[in-house]
T-cell receptor, first 112, second 114 residues
Framework: DAKTTQPPSMDCAEGRAANLPCNHS???????VYWYRQIHSQGPQYIIHGLKNNETNEMASLIITEDRKSSTLILPHATLRDTAVYYCIVRVSSGSARQLTFGSGTQLTVLP | DAGVTQSPTHLIKTRGQQVTLRCSPKSGHDTVSWYQQALGQGPQFIFQ???????QRGNFPDRFSGHQFPNYSSELNVNALLLGDSALYLC?????????????FGPGTRLTVT
């Protein structure tokens, strides 16, 4: 699985959009970009994933650059409950059963 | 649906002892994965079980072993505990299907080895 690089921490004002970047310059054509988050004292939670097209669901949007070397997770209206560690993961296959390789993630703090 | 459940919530053991952690997957799921998360780090994959067989394994010693039961629940066993085994142990369940994309995590078991 390709390696990812994320900033260790970010702050965001409540109600504003949170844009979390991820660099995956060695991504292969068959590798997907996944995002999970982990709120303190809880297990990780799936947010969204994509291959090359931008994706949106009820939680967030995922923007993948055309060359697929980087992506941005967007939380459109961040709330205090979005404070968490966000993990960007790149792996082959959209199937859920393959192991997840977590890095250190980005600690997002939403400020009131 | 209770989601993924794990027991116990917390556990304190002494070096050299053995421990068993338990996991019940989300209803309808057939695959269980275990992860170890040391303080301040991301979760690290230990192994995965499907149809009562170990299907994948991460870079963990043989002291870590597991089991999956016919009802898909799973146990993680760690023998000869070391101080470095102190961590949050997470269980995740999923479906072994290419169309299934999400792993559901439990709240974890916090193991402290003294």
């Amino acid at each position: 699985d390709a390696k990812t690089t994320q900033p260790p921490s970010m702050d965001c004002a409540e109600g504003r959009a949170a844009n979390l970047p991820c660099n995956h310059s060695t991504i292969s054509g068959n590798e997907y970009v996944y995002w999970y988050r982990q709120i303190h004292s809880q297990g990780p939670q799936y947010i969204i994933h994509g291959l090359k097209n931008n994706e949106t669901n009820e939680m967030a949007s995922l923007i993948i650059t055309e060359d697929r070397k980087s992506s941005t997770l967007i939380l459109p209206h961040a709330t205090l409950r979005d404070t968490a560690v966000y993990y960007c993961i790149v792996r082959v296959s959209s199937g859920s059963a393959r192991q997840l390789t977590f890095g250190s993630g980005t600690q997002l703090t939403v400020l009131p | 649906d209770a989601g993924v459940t794990q027991s116990p919530t917390h556990l304190i053991k002494t070096r050299g002892q053995q421990v068993t952690l338990r996991c019940s997957p989300k209803s309808g799921h057939d695959t269980v994965s275990w992860y170890q998360q040391a303080l301040g780090q991301g979760p690290q994959f230990i192994f995965q079980y499907y149809e009562e067989e170990e299907r994948q394994r991460g870079n963990f010693p043989d002291r870590f072993s597991g089991h999956q039961f016919p009802n898909y629940s799973s146990e993680l066993n760690v023998n000869a505990l070391l101080l470095g085994d102190s961590a949050l142990y997470l269980c995740a369940s999923s479906l072994l299907s290419p169309s299934a994309y999400e792993q559901y995590f439990g709240p974890g078991t916090r193991l402290t080895v003294t």
